[in-house]
């Protein structure tokens, strides 16, 4: 499976924007698909997932961010408002075994398979 996120950019504080993943060689709709994020010197911390019973959010994110599946488009979204600058970042969307535990999908090393990240500026 190959995975492509696009959808960054630079945005001003308190904006909104929608990133993508894409997949090729495989069906995202069979596996569960998390979005990551990660900052220089920090490691990937998980912001969302969602699988076939639904989506689970990092609590400090739940209610801005929004995890969605388009199954005819093999695609997932994960949008985003009320940016900070604190949400500044790359974004990694990751593909992982459909029938992990919700908690090991909170953690990068459960994901077998990772797009080439997508750059989120949020800045005035």
């Known amino acids: 499976v190959q995975l492509q996120a696009s959808g960054g950019g630079l945005v001003q504080p308190g904006g909104s924007l929608r990133l993508s993943c894409t997949a090729s060689?495989?069906?995202?709709?069979?596996?569960?698909i998390g979005w990551f994020r990660q900052v220089p010197g920090k490691e990937r911390e998980f912001v969302a997932v969602i699988r076939r019973s639904g989506p689970s959010y990092d609590n400090s994110l739940k209610g801005r961010f929004t995890i969605s599946r388009d199954s005819a488009k093999n695609t997932v979204y994960l949008q985003m408002k009320s940016l900070t600058p604190e949400d500044t970042g790359v974004y990694y969307c990751?593909?992982?075994?459909?029938?992990?535990?919700?908690?090991?999908?909170?953690?990068?090393?459960?994901?077998?398979?990772w797009g080439q990240g997508t750059l989120v500026t949020v800045s005035s």
């Open positions: 060689g495989g069906t995202l709709s069979e596996r569960a």
């Open positions: 990751a593909a992982a075994q459909p029938r992990l535990i919700l908690s090991a999908l909170w953690t990068a090393r459960s994901y077998e398979y």
